[in-house]
């Protein structure tokens, strides 16, 4: 099956400097891969997500590129603000018309963004 | 439109108990996902329900089981509980086509908290 590697799994930078959190998957036939923010006590909430037709994509201060030969898929987030900080959650996810419609989660990254 | 609910928020329950906890998915969304969040394994993926058909099943044991009803609203039951079994257990809607081959962004639950004493 799937399997999501996400790195680092603790991140802790400046407020105002740029994070950026890497994730390889094993499944070529993925072709959906969004990313979470879960704050501490709240559920995961989706902040950006890129289809395997697409190559960066870019929302505000946040940005996610995939790489599909290398199978590697990261989230860029500039100008960190403090309320940045939480954990962020990469996912992997084959298409539902294949019979096969779930997704496999990276194990998170804690970030801290310090003022 | 309303957010996808999840009932109880929390339960507390002893070794070898069973439980049932509910999930009502967003109005319009057929697809219900079932996910165990623990600090040390992550998000792991239970099953994906879609127009009453268990349509996705991950890696945990036969314990484990869940169904839909028509209005979409889902459960799941743990029979046979056990320690480890303490999780946050949360719930994802999306729309889901039946034939669709492009895959739509879900939407959690609060989730329901379940301590196994």
């Known amino acids: 099956g799937e399997n999501v590697e996400q790195h680092p799994s603790t991140l802790s930078v400046q407020e105002g400097d740029s994070a950026v959190i890497k994730c390889t998957y094993s499944d070529s036939a993925s072709n959906y891969f969004p990313w979470y923010k879960q704050e501490l006590g709240k559920r995961p909430q989706l902040i950006i997500d890129i289809r395997s037709n697409v190559g960066e994509k870019k929302d505000q201060r946040i940005a996610v590129t995939l790489n599909k030969t290398a199978k590697h898929f990261s989230l860029h987030i500039t100008e960190t603000q403090p309320e940045d900080s939480a954990v962020y959650f990469c996912a992997a996810s084959l298409p539902p018309g294949t019979n096969a419609g779930k997704s496999t989660f990276g194990d998170g990254t804690t970030l801290t963004v310090k003022p | 439109k309303a957010g996808v609910t999840q009932t109880p928020r929390y339960l507390i329950k002893t070794r070898g108990q069973q439980v049932t906890l509910s999930c009502s998915p967003i109005?319009?969304?057929?697809?219900v996902s079932w996910y165990q969040q623990t600090p040390g394994q992550g998000l792991q993926f239970l099953f994906e329900y879609f127009s009453e058909t268990q349509r996705n099943k991950g890696n945990f044991p036969g314990r484990f089981s869940g169904r839909q009803f028509s209005n979409s609203r889902s459960e799941m039951n743990v029979s046979t509980l056990e320690l480890g079994d303490s999780a946050l257990y949360l719930c994802a809607s999306s729309f889901s086509l039946l034939s669709g081959r492009e895959y739509n962004e879900q939407f959690f639950g609060p989730g329901t908290r379940l301590t196994v004493l």
């Open positions: 109005s319009g969304h057929r697809s």
